[in-house]
T-cell receptor, first 112, second 113 residues
Framework: AQSVSQHNHHVILSEAASLELGCNYS??????LFWYVQYPGQHLQLLLK??????LVKGIKGFEAEFIKSKFSFNLRKPSVQWSDTAEYFC??????????FGAGTQVVVTP | DTEVTQTPKHLVMGMTNKKSLKCEQH?????MYWYKQKAKKPPELMFV???????INESVPSRFSPECPNSSLLNLHLHALQPEDSALYLC????????????FGSGTQLSVL
């Protein structure tokens, strides 16, 4: 069965620090990969997605993610975070036949 | 208009009440979804409507009853809920077959007493 795992449940870091959130999935076929963000009190928003092509994907707000097929990973990165990046981040995977499946989420808190 | 609007934003109900959650979008999307999200957990798919027909029901208890009266509206009727049903209920929409581009509403925070 398809599954998605996010390595960290909580991350606390200071402004200007670099952020990397891990995401691994278990499905051997073709997948579409996503990162969603949920700011406090707001709805889920698509941050970036990967379908095919260049495995390094650029998203909104300076985020990027790298798809490493051999590691079944799709880690999210931002070189320098801001206080406004405080949010919950969800990795999601969709196989060619299955439904969109979310990881457990990582709560990121950026301190001033 | 790229919004999915959900009402009410908050709802408190007793276990014997009947209530409805409403969702509306005017993006021309013909796929609409209900997700349930417990605190500190990822969203879980409940129902999918495609062209106003129920296409996916993720074995949700019958105390949750979805309805899609037209291509812009999606309702979730609630009856005889349990306290463990307290959660954030999210509506989303997309073009059919384009689940990767979901537009989410802000959700209804439901508390069952």
């Amino acid at each position: 069965a398809q599954s998605v795992s996010q390595h960290n449940h909580h991350v606390i870091l200071s402004e200007a620090a670099s952020l990397e959130l891990g995401c691994n999935y278990s499905y051997g076929g073709t997948v579409n990969l996503f990162w969603y963000v949920q700011y406090p009190g707001q709805h889920l928003q698509l941050l970036l997605k990967y379908f095919s092509g260049d495995p390094l994907v650029k998203g909104i707000k300076g985020f990027e993610a790298e798809f490493i097929k051999s590691k079944f990973s799709f880690n999210l990165r931002k070189p320098s975070v801001q206080w406004s990046d405080t949010a919950e981040y969800f990795c999601a995977v969709k196989s060619s036949w299955g439904k969109l499946q979310f990881g457990a989420g990582t709560q990121v808190v950026v301190t001033p | 208009d790229t919004e999915v609007t959900q009402t009410p934003k908050h709802l408190v109900m007793g276990m014997t009440n009947k209530k409805s959650l409403k969702c509306e979008q005017h993006m021309g999307h013909r796929a609409m979804y209900w997700y349930k999200q417990k605190a500190k957990k990822p969203p879980e798919l409940m129902f999918v409507y495609s062209y106003e027909k129920l296409s996916i029901n993720e074995s949700v208890p019958s105390r949750f009853s979805p309805e899609c009266p037209n291509s812009s509206l999606l309702n979730l009727h609630l009856h005889a809920l349990q306290p463990e049903d307290s959660a954030l209920y999210l509506c989303a929409s997309s073009q059919v077959g384009r689940e990767e581009k979901l537009f989410f509403g802000s959700g209804t925070q439901l508390s069952v007493l």
